[in-house]
């Protein structure tokens, strides 16, 4: 069919036509979000699952509600190397300079403005090019101990914003890679702001081990934070996934070949989009049937193989390949330690150290206790149709 009205949607954080099964984290969201206007305390929320399931696409989607209903959003994706409050400097002066306008906000402003610029100074933050031009307030935010300064910035930025009649929200996605510091930073940022009903909220996304993290950082973490699951989509969110774009469109899908392609996504987000989208442009009738499913397979598979799985493999040394690898040769995970150990020859305490590396890139977590699985859907069958080309 034309693929210039092809309604599929393949790639990170893409919004996909029919969000479908979504709708009880969305509202959940949206509750949030209005009682934050209110200063009525309100969780924040920290969405967990694999790769691909559509957590940035959630991301989105808040800020977007957020913004509707009068709140100020800052939006940051953890990298890997730069500290927390590197990324929060800029986008904290562009919240305050927007609130610095409205007339009633106008003192607070000022005072979380000279607390930014305290906090610039403890951490020697660069400033890139914007400029800060109030004085530093002494004794505030400018200890140099994260723990404490964090709290301060965020009291005054709350502050600010309740004197606006606004709120404030903040939303970071890949969260796994902040570092422990930052992370128990921003927590005890958030239970401060809590605690004084300040209208400031919190949305992250992240890979499974971040409640594990979260909890390692701050024990209270488990009362401050929601973690809505995001998984892969029931048989009947992700028929609708598919079925509905479809129809919008003005054409139609017959049921077994609906049926072909939960089969094999198995209700996984990335991949219905990536389904659809191949099998869209195969079809030559504006019926989708079964035969062109099939059709479809082949393509399908090598955009995933060459897109969305392989960025993820080439993140890793031959080393740390090796033991994937053994991983998928031992079926469907999770998998013990031990018996990756055994696979390789080694025993599970001289592999410790690589298989932390690899949790420490996102490729794969730890469920339960000596247990690992990967955090990309279905990477051992990747590996497996792959394995003459990778090693
Ligand atoms: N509820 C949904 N229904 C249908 N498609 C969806 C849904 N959520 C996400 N998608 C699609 O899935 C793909 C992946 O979404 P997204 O990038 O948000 O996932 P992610 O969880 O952030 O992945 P990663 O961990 O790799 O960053 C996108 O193409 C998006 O359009
Ligand atoms: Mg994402």
Redesign the pocket.
Same mark, same amino acid.
């Given at each position: 069919m034309d693929p210039v009205r092809n309604p599929f949607?393949?790639?990170? *954080?893409? &919004?996909?036509r029919?969000?479908?099964?979504?709708q009880a984290i969305v509202e959940d969201a949206r509750v949030a979000i209005e009682r934050a206007m209110l200063c009525k305390p309100s969780r924040s929320q920290i969405f967990l *699952?694999? &790769?691909?399931?559509?957590?940035?696409?959630?991301l989105n989607t808040v800020e977007h509600m957020a913004t509707e209903r009068g709140h100020l959003t800052s939006s940051i994706e953890a990298p890997e190397n730069k500290s927390l409050g590197e990324q929060l400097l800029p986008r904290i002066h562009q919240v305050l300079r927007k609130l610095s306008i409205i007339e009633n906000a106008k003192g607070k402003t000022f005072d979380a403005m000279r607390a930014l610029k305290s906090f610039a100074a403890a951490f020697r933050l660069e400033y890139g090019d914007m400029t800060i031009s109030v004085d530093p307030e002494v004794g505030v935010a400018d200890s140099g101990d994260l723990e404490n300064d964090l709290p301060e910035l965020f009291v005054r930025v709350g502050d600010a914003a309740k004197a606006a009649g606004k709120a404030w929200t903040l939303l970071i996605?890949?969260i796994q890679y902040l570092s422990e510091k930052d992370f128990a930073a921003l927590i005890a940022s958030l239970h401060k702001t809590s605690q004084k009903d300040l209208p400031v909220l919190f949305f992250g996304?992240g890979?499974p081990q971040v409640a594990a993290l979260s909890g390692d950082a701050k024990s209270y973490s488990e009362r401050l934070f929601h973690f809505p699951e995001?998984g892969a989509?029931s048989d009947k969110?992700a028929i609708a996934?598919i079925r509905q774009p479809i129809l919008d469109e003005g054409a139609m899908i017959d049921n077994d070949a609906l049926a072909e392609i939960i089969l094999k996504t198995r209700g996984y987000?990335?991949f219905?989009?990536e389904w659809g989208h191949q099998t869209w442009n195969l079809a030559s009738d504006n019926k989708i049937t079964l035969k062109d499913t099939q059709q479809a397979e082949a393509t399908t598979l090598a955009r995933l193989d060459q897109g969305f799985f392989k960025v993820r493999f080439n993140r890793l040394t031959p080393k740390e390949r090796e033991y994937v690898i053994a991983m998928a040769q031992l079926g469907n995970g999770p998998y013990r330690s031990s018996d990756i150990a055994d696979a390789l020859g080694e025993t599970p305490q001289s592999l410790g150290p690589r298989r932390a590396q690899i949790i420490s890139k996102g490729m794969i977590y730890s469920p339960s206790h000596g247990d690992v699985a990967f955090t990309v859907p279905m990477f051992n069958e990747y590996l497996l149709r792959n394995l003459a080309n990778l090693s």
């Amino acid at each position: 069919m034309d693929p210039v009205r092809n309604p599929f949607a393949p790639g990170a *954080g893409r &919004r996909p036509r029919e969000l479908a099964g979504r709708q009880a984290i969305v509202e959940d969201a949206r509750v949030a979000i209005e009682r934050a206007m209110l200063c009525k305390p309100s969780r924040s929320q920290i969405f967990l *699952g694999l &790769r691909g399931v559509g957590k940035t696409v959630l991301l989105n989607t808040v800020e977007h509600m957020a913004t509707e209903r009068g709140h100020l959003t800052s939006s940051i994706e953890a990298p890997e190397n730069k500290s927390l409050g590197e990324q929060l400097l800029p986008r904290i002066h562009q919240v305050l300079r927007k609130l610095s306008i409205i007339e009633n906000a106008k003192g607070k402003t000022f005072d979380a403005m000279r607390a930014l610029k305290s906090f610039a100074a403890a951490f020697r933050l660069e400033y890139g090019d914007m400029t800060i031009s109030v004085d530093p307030e002494v004794g505030v935010a400018d200890s140099g101990d994260l723990e404490n300064d964090l709290p301060e910035l965020f009291v005054r930025v709350g502050d600010a914003a309740k004197a606006a009649g606004k709120a404030w929200t903040l939303l970071i996605d890949e969260i796994q890679y902040l570092s422990e510091k930052d992370f128990a930073a921003l927590i005890a940022s958030l239970h401060k702001t809590s605690q004084k009903d300040l209208p400031v909220l919190f949305f992250g996304a992240g890979l499974p081990q971040v409640a594990a993290l979260s909890g390692d950082a701050k024990s209270y973490s488990e009362r401050l934070f929601h973690f809505p699951e995001v998984g892969a989509l029931s048989d009947k969110d992700a028929i609708a996934a598919i079925r509905q774009p479809i129809l919008d469109e003005g054409a139609m899908i017959d049921n077994d070949a609906l049926a072909e392609i939960i089969l094999k996504t198995r209700g996984y987000p990335y991949f219905l989009q990536e389904w659809g989208h191949q099998t869209w442009n195969l079809a030559s009738d504006n019926k989708i049937t079964l035969k062109d499913t099939q059709q479809a397979e082949a393509t399908t598979l090598a955009r995933l193989d060459q897109g969305f799985f392989k960025v993820r493999f080439n993140r890793l040394t031959p080393k740390e390949r090796e033991y994937v690898i053994a991983m998928a040769q031992l079926g469907n995970g999770p998998y013990r330690s031990s018996d990756i150990a055994d696979a390789l020859g080694e025993t599970p305490q001289s592999l410790g150290p690589r298989r932390a590396q690899i949790i420490s890139k996102g490729m794969i977590y730890s469920p339960s206790h000596g247990d690992v699985a990967f955090t990309v859907p279905m990477f051992n069958e990747y590996l497996l149709r792959n394995l003459a080309n990778l090693s």
